[in-house]
């Protein structure tokens, strides 16, 4: 039976640099993915600068999250998601909304490996936090970088369009830590180091 004590040992205990640092690669490899889809594979963004095609993909990266892209021009504001929505691309919405399922699990599959000892409830739970920590911490930073301005005649003004700060708290916490939980879960039964009595 595990005592406060020792629940406040594992705690301290824990690889924390490492598990944040996947929340992180995570991201970062979900987002390689997405870009891959639009250089190497058959989705295409017509943009006049490469700098402008990133920040887009980020968009759609964010998208493949559930986080709605927010256009604003003055007061008005508006919300799109071309992932579920299905505008404007040529890849099924299903592999759009695997990517950051799959990162997060590979990663949190793989961390659950280099894991020393028996991985517990509380140790998956800190898997999820840890990876949640680095994923949100590169996700809000992201929401700046994929940012995207224009000046629009149409419109009478700037367009500013931004991934959804609140949506992206929401889902930038709830999809790792829950998926950093599962993957770890799934790692520590294949590495035979899962105790979960």
Request: without cysteine; aromatic residues 10%; charged residues 10%.
């Given at each position: 039976?595990?005592?406060?004590?020792?629940?406040?040992?594992?705690?301290?205990?824990?690889?924390?640099?490492?598990?944040?640092?996947?929340?992180?690669?995570?991201?970062?490899?979900?987002?390689?993915?997405?870009?891959?889809?639009?250089?190497?594979?058959?989705?295409?963004?017509?943009?006049?600068?490469?700098?402008?095609?990133?920040?887009?993909?980020?968009?759609?990266?964010?998208?493949?999250?559930?986080v709605d892209m927010v256009?604003?021009?003055?007061?008005?504001?508006?919300?799109?998601?071309?992932?579920?929505?299905?505008?404007?691309?040529?890849?099924?919405?299903?592999?759009?909304?695997?990517?950051?399922?799959?990162?997060?699990?590979?990663?949190?599959?793989?961390?659950?490996?280099?894991?020393?000892?028996?991985?517990?409830v509380v140790t998956l739970?800190?898997?999820?936090?840890?990876?949640?920590?680095?994923?949100?911490?590169?996700?809000?930073?992201?929401?700046?970088?994929?940012?995207?301005?224009?000046?629009?005649?149409?419109?009478?003004?700037?367009?500013?369009?931004?991934?959804?700060?609140?949506?992206?708290?929401?889902?930038?916490?709830?999809?790792?830590?829950?998926?950093?939980?599962?993957?770890?879960?799934?790692?520590?039964?294949?590495?035979?180091?899962?105790?979960?009595?």
């Amino acid at each position: 039976m595990l005592t406060d004590e020792d629940g406040l040992a594992v705690v301290r205990e824990y690889p924390w640099l490492r598990g944040i640092a996947s929340g992180g690669v995570a991201w970062l490899l979900g987002y390689l993915v997405t870009a891959g889809l639009f250089y190497v594979g058959p989705a295409s963004i017509d943009v006049p600068s490469q700098f402008e095609k990133l920040k887009q993909i980020g968009g759609v990266f964010y998208n493949a999250h559930l986080v709605d892209m927010v256009a604003t021009v003055g007061e008005k504001t508006t919300y799109a998601n071309v992932v579920v929505e299905g505008g404007g691309t040529t890849i099924p919405t299903a592999v759009y909304l695997a990517i950051p399922v799959l990162a997060l699990l590979s990663v949190a599959i793989l961390l659950s490996f280099v894991a020393e000892g028996e991985q517990t409830v509380v140790t998956l739970g800190l898997t999820g936090l840890a990876i949640a920590l680095g994923y949100l911490a590169v996700g809000v930073a992201g929401t700046f970088i994929a940012e995207l301005q224009a000046v629009s005649l149409t419109a009478g003004g700037i367009v500013v369009l931004r991934p959804d700060f609140l949506q992206t708290l929401a889902m930038f916490l709830a999809y790792p830590f829950v998926l950093g939980v599962v993957g770890a879960a799934i790692g520590g039964a294949v590495s035979g180091s899962l105790r979960l009595e």
